[in-house]
């Protein structure tokens, strides 16, 4: 199993130039889309997930599939990160199961969803840096608020990152990566119009990887949301308000200006559900979902493997020697 560590991973993509994708997935086939992509393009690559987030009542039962899905592309370059850790306790749980790499958002309250304070930020953040580097797993931590939805039910305001609080931040939790806030935002919905630096921040990287030079950046809010996708799932009875996201062109600058991981799940999720819902409008007759998933599987996978040119992380695997991460928790499985 080429499963691998987030710091391994993003000090390659450092050394080497270019950005990963993190690709957010919420079913089995959907890891199949995103390692398929990773296969054919010779790219290592980030697979992550939010607890709660998938298509299967156990988060237990999808993490131990996923692993063990991974375990079948030992020529790919895998992370497996954990999304938006809510709590301390939540990345435990993951760490457990064997992931390779964490998030813990300490960046809002998880019960009342109104951003915590800096010292109660780094206060949890340094308990599962604890926890995980004891255990040779990756953490990233977040700084500022990224807008919109994580998980669906709430919809956070936008509170930009601070240049000296990622500094001290940093110092105080020893995190591998930091997610910034730069005016970006999760999900479907994100700037009234094509966003320019009076929205979307990205000298604020520039700032702050001068200040974090051993740390990694992270841009969370990434996707494009493509307008052709959305008119696909329009037509076919979904309502998607029309909204633009983050070019990819700035995606690609951004791995020039200190960012070594880019958080997309949107814009696979818009790609899947375009092909699935077209797919199950011309089979009027047929049952079996089976068809209508696989078709959103190949869309999904294609949609990743033109992000990962896009981010450079393309052709990156052939010169790539893992040190191949074994969690202690997870073995024997
Ligand atoms: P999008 O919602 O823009 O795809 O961003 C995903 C993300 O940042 C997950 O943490």
């Keep these: 199993m080429a499963l691998c560590t987030l710091r391994e991973v993003l000090d390659h993509a450092r050394a080497g130039g270019y950005g990963v994708g993190a690709f957010n997935v919420t079913d089995i086939e959907q890891v199949e889309a995103v390692l398929d992509a990773a296969r054919r393009t010779a790219s290592p690559v980030i697979v992550q ?63 009342t969803h109104q951003p915590m304070s800096f010292d109660d930020n780094i206060a949890v953040t ?30 956070a305001e936008i509170v930009l990152a ?33 966003p320019d630096s009076t ?16 740390t990694h950046l992270v841009m969370h809010g990434s996707s494009s949301l493509p307008a052709h996708l959305r008119e696909i799932i329009n037509a076919h009875g979904g309502a998607l308000p029309e909204s633009w996201g983050v070019p990819e062109e700035e995606k690609a600058r951004s791995t020039t200006l200190g960012v070594t991981k880019i958080n997309q799940g949107m814009d696979s999720h818009m790609a899947y559900a375009a092909a699935m819902r077209a797919h199950l409008a011309s089979t009027p007759l ?6 209508a998933a696989s078709a959103g599987r190949t869309a999904m996978s294609d949609m990743v493997a033109e992000r990962m040119v896009v981010f450079g992380q393309a052709g990156k695997a052939a010169d790539y020697t893992p040190v191949v991460f074994r969690s202690p928790a997870a073995l024997p499985r």
């Design 49 to 111: 997930t939010i607890a709660g987030a998938s298509a299967f009542a156990s988060d237990e039962l999808f993490w131990d599939l996923l692993l063990r899905t991974v375990d079948h592309y030992e020529d790919v370059p895998v992370v497996v990160h954990l999304d938006h850790g809510p709590d301390a306790e939540t990345c435990f749980r993951a760490i457990d199961a064997g992931f390779s790499s964490v998030m813990i958002d300490g960046s809002l309250d998880p019960e």
């Design 126 to 155: 340094l308990r599962v840096v604890e926890y995980a580097h004891e255990r040779g797993v990756s953490v990233e931590g977040e700084l500022g608020t990224i807008g919109g939805s994580k998980d669906g039910a709430t919809h």
């Design 162 to 194: 601070d240049p000296d609080e990622a500094a001290e931040f940093v110092a105080r939790t020893g995190v591998d990566a930091l997610a910034v806030a730069i005016g970006t935002s999760h999900g479907a919905y994100k700037f009234t119009s094509p």
């Design 199 to 214: 929205v979307l921040h990205m000298d604020l990287i520039e700032e702050i990887a001068g200040r974090i030079p051993g």
């Design 286 to 291: 047929a049952a079996d979902p089976a068809p």
